[in-house]
């Protein structure tokens, strides 16, 4: 059986996918709200004329562009959820829906799969959702109140009775890291980490950990922004419980 690498990516993924071109490229491009459709419109050129230059060039690249039809989101729905419908986005608008289209039509993150086993064992996956003040985020954002496909992989390998195991492989092993934001800085450094992590020059503080820490890049102002966005997601959270003892309540 052939083996497929896969990777999900959207107009917002431009800076880093000129930096690391994978061979299946499935394209999101259905634009979310929050923070993950930052970027979207003004990227969205760029990255539709990357892709079609790099096709070009190596022919062993394939694109999928996500199918979000009536008809392919139903017959995805039966495969994966039992015929419950996939929403297009989990409750931070990342990708939900293009994940398990991408499994359909071949991995998201670092996850590799046999789709078969998968859905033999793990089939009908449930749609979950996250804690209550994360459903209010997703409600006040315009997203949908569903935790991450990989939460869901995760709990229902667990609730059959599977266990995940990680091989390290042969020296220097095979790990992969995470950035947990995207930044000017990161992107500004990015050819450089791509570097070092190819030639294993991490910094002590980053070993062990999956996602990018400060050893690696400076996301203080990040973090910043971030604590700005959820002190907002609360104030709206309180009006809107506040709405609702007056009598009036206004559906975001």
């Given at each position: 059986m052939a083996t497929t690498l896969q990777i999900n990516l959207a107009p917002t993924d431009l800076p880093?996918?000129?930096?690391?071109?994978?061979?299946?490229?499935?394209?999101d491009l259905h634009r979310s709200h929050g923070r993950f459709g930052t970027g979207w419109r003004e990227r969205l050129p760029g990255f539709l004329d990357f892709v079609q230059e790099q096709s070009?060039?190596?022919?062993?690249?394939?694109?999928?562009?996500?199918?979000?039809?009536?008809?392919?989101?139903t017959t995805i729905s039966e495969q994966f959820?039992?015929?419950?419908?996939?929403?297009?986005?989990?409750?931070?608008?990342?990708?939900?829906?293009?994940?398990?289209?991408?499994?359909?039509n071949a991995h998201t993150r670092v996850a590799f799969f046999d789709r078969r086993r998968l859905i033999s064992h793990l089939a009908p996956l449930p749609l979950l959702q996250p804690p209550i003040f994360r459903r209010w985020q997703a409600r006040l954002e315009g997203n949908f109140p569903y935790i991450l496909p990989e939460a869901i992989l995760s709990?229902?390998?667990?609730?059959?009775?599977?266990?995940?195991?990680?091989?390290?492989?042969?020296?220097p092993g095979m790990w992969s890291i995470h950035p947990p934001y995207r930044n000017t800085a990161f992107y500004e450094q990015l050819p450089l980490l791509i570097q070092n992590i190819e030639q294993g020059e991490?910094?002590?503080g980053q070993l062990g950990h999956h996602d990018i820490n400060d050893s690696m890049?400076?996301?203080?102002?990040?973090?910043?922004?971030?604590?700005?966005?959820?002190?907002?997601?609360?104030q709206l959270i309180y009006s809107q419980m506040k709405g609702r003892q007056g009598g009036v309540y206004l559906s975001p």
């Open positions: 880093h996918l000129i930096q690391i071109l994978p061979i299946l490229l499935t394209l070009a060039v190596h022919p062993k690249i394939r694109v999928h562009e996500v199918d979000y039809s009536r008809n392919a989101v959820f039992g015929g419950e419908l996939i929403p297009p986005k989990d409750w931070n608008g990342g990708p939900f829906y293009s994940y398990f289209s991408g499994f359909a709990f229902s390998v667990r609730r059959a009775g599977f266990l995940r195991i990680d091989f390290l492989g042969q020296e991490l910094p002590d890049v400076d996301w203080s102002s990040v973090r910043k922004s971030a604590w700005r966005r959820k002190l907002g997601h609360l």
